[in-house]
Nanobody, 121 residues
Framework: QVQLVESGGGLVQAGGSLRLSCAAS????????MGWYRQTPGKQRELVAL???????NYADSMKGRFTISRDNAKNTVYLQMNSLKPEDTAVYYC???????????????WGRGTQVTVSS
């Protein structure tokens, strides 16, 4: 059993900042890529940022320069620092991780339940 639990969402004014956290727990042998995605009603879930086990990062174009993804492998936790937030950043933000639960087992994707971020104008 693996759980991903996000925290840190909330209401913020435009131009403000928030820091999201996502902790993975349970039966974990190794975590590979971790990422953040977001979704608004009626739209597909979209990539925000990805980070590899060795901390190489990739961002969606609209987030470059404003968002920073990082991870703490010792804590099985990934973070998303969001600065200069805009009303269009309003969405439910989901954490995702590629996890192997035991030696030799397959790599599976796991998702958190999401955390709401609302940016007021």
């Amino acid at each position: 059993q693996v759980q991903l639990v996000e925290s840190g969402g909330g209401l913020v004014q435009a131009g403000g900042s928030l820091r999201l956290s996502c902790a993975a727990s349970g039966t974990i042998f190794s975590i590979f890529n971790m990422g953040w995605y977001r979704q608004t009603p009626g739209k597909q879930r979209e990539l925000v940022a990805l980070i590899t086990r060795t901390s190489s990062t990739n961002y969606a174009d609209s987030m470059k320069g404003r968002f920073t993804i990082s991870r703490d492998n010792a804590k099985n936790t990934v973070y998303l620092q969001m600065n200069s937030l805009k009303p269009e950043d309003t969405a439910v933000y989901y954490c995702q991780a590629q996890i192997v639960t035991s030696y030799g087992s397959r790599l599976n994707d796991y998702w958190g339940r999401g955390t709401q971020v609302t940016v007021s104008s």
